[in-house]
């Protein structure tokens, strides 16, 4: 266990569905992320929160949405989602937004769309 | 652009051999470099962290090099077990903001019995 978990673990929805990944962290970390891993490819990075500001992909779709409600809950919105969308969504915590901090991961949620 | 290149997709070794993983990257150099192991259908999780000031770090069987003039990391896993079966990732700062890592796409580990 690494201290982030996400819910569900496994997803299956339709282009014109609306669904919600969450993630939490139990480590008092003060910036969150999510990624996303599609096969043979490297992780992406779609957004992040911290203290300080929030940070987005500008290539990511509009069709995802982000919401952090506070410093240990993560949400990545999903709707009318593509095909191309499936993949491994992937959140994690750092202690700040610093690239020597350590990133904990917590166990993904495949997504797959119809 | 700035890229990162883990040295082929996949490596077989024999258990007890010293598996060698290459991590290259041009134009910027970072000033921290971190390695992470993910098993399949997992997280990644972080092995060792390297400044650019230090040459080497070593953690049990596991050692870090990090040569800024040929912008590349080297990482091994002496007297490797079937364990260590996992796709290792290098992942460093590319924007020069000291903040956001960029992945590589990993080496795929296969240790044989």
């Known amino acids: 266990e690494t201290g982030v978990t996400q819910t569900p673990r496994h997803l299956v929805m339709g282009m014109t569905n609306k669904k919600s990944l969450k993630c939490e962290q139990h480590?008092?970390?003060?910036?969150m992320y999510w990624y996303k891993q599609s096969a043979k490819k490297p992780l992406e990075l779609m957004f992040v929160?911290?203290?300080?500001?929030?940070?987005e992909n500008n290539s990511v779709p509009s069709r995802f949405s982000p919401e952090c409600p506070n410093s240990s809950h993560l949400f990545l919105h999903l709707h009318t989602l593509q095909p191309e969308d499936s993949a491994l969504y992937l959140c994690?915590?750092?202690?700040?937004?610093?690239?020597?901090?350590?990133?904990?991961f917590g166990p993904g949620t495949r997504l797959t769309v119809l | 652009s700035q890229k990162i290149e883990q040295n082929s997709e996949a490596l077989n070794i024999q258990e007890g051999k010293t598996a060698t993983l290459t991590c290259n990257y041009t134009?910027?150099?970072?000033?921290?470099l971190q390695w992470y192991r993910q098993d399949p259908g997992r997280g990644p999780v972080f092995l060792l962290l390297?400044?650019?000031?230090?040459k080497e770090k070593r953690k049990e069987r596991l050692k870090v090099t990090f040569d800024t003039t040929l912008k590349q990391s080297l990482f091994h896993i002496t007297a490797s077990q079937p364990a260590d079966s996992a796709t290792y990732l290098c992942?460093?700062?590319?924007?020069?903001?000291?903040?956001?890592?960029?992945f590589g796409s990993g080496t795929q580990l296969t240790v044989l019995p």
């Open positions: 134009n910027y150099s970072p000033a921290y």
């Open positions: 992942a460093l700062d590319l924007s020069g903001s000291a903040r956001q890592l960029t």
């Open positions: 480590l008092g970390h003060n910036a």
């Open positions: 994690a915590s750092s202690q700040e937004f610093r690239a020597w901090n350590e990133q904990f």
């Open positions: 390297i400044r650019e000031n230090e």
């Open positions: 929160y911290s203290l300080e500001e929030r940070v």
